[in-house]
C-alpha cells in the first residue's frame, strides 16, 4: 500500500513559475512508476507527465513539454513536477499517481494509487 501526499500548489501569475511536489509513504517508492496528471473543472482528468522508477524515461503532455520537468528523488520518496512559463490553461487540481512495475506510462487506468491532488491556480 502507498499513501500520496501532494503539496506545493498556490496561486501564480502568467508566465511564472511553481513546482508541485508528492510525498509517498511506503518502502518500496523505488519500484513504481510515477505520474502526474490534472484535472481542470469542468473537463475530465488529462495526463501531464510520467517517469520511470529509476528516472530514466520520462514523458510528458504536448500541451506542457518544454515548459514542465518530472523528476524523482528515489531516497526522499518524493517526485515533482517543476512547472515553468504558466499558462491560465494550466489551472487545475494536479494528482499524482504511483503505479506497480516501475514503467513510465500515460494510461490513467494503469495506476494503483493516487493522492488527493493539490490546486494551482494561474491568473492571466
Known amino acids: 500500500q502507498v499513501q500520496l501526499v501532494e503539496s506545493g500548489g498556490g496561486l501564480v501569475q502568467a508566465g511564472g513559475s511553481l513546482s508541485v511536489s508528492c510525498a509517498a509513504s511506503g518502502r518500496t517508492f523505488s519500484s513504481y512508476g510515477m505520474g502526474w496528471f490534472r484535472q481542470a473543472p469542468g473537463k475530465e482528468r488529462e495526463f501531464v507527465a510520467t517517469i520511470s522508477w529509476s528516472g530514466s524515461t520520462t514523458y510528458y503532455a504536448d500541451s506542457v513539454k518544454g515548459r514542465f520537468t518530472i523528476s524523482r528523488d528515489n531516497a526522499k520518496k518524493t517526485v515533482y513536477l517543476r512547472m515553468n512559463s504558466l499558462k491560465p490553461e494550466d489551472t487545475a487540481v494536479y494528482y499524482c499517481?504511483?503505479?506497480?512495475?516501475?514503467?513510465?506510462?500515460?494510461?490513467?487506468?494503469?495506476?494503483?494509487?493516487w493522492g488527493q491532488g493539490t490546486q494551482v491556480t494561474v491568473s492571466s
Open positions: 499517481a504511483a503505479k506497480n512495475g516501475g514503467m513510465a506510462t500515460l494510461d490513467p487506468y494503469e495506476y494503483d494509487y
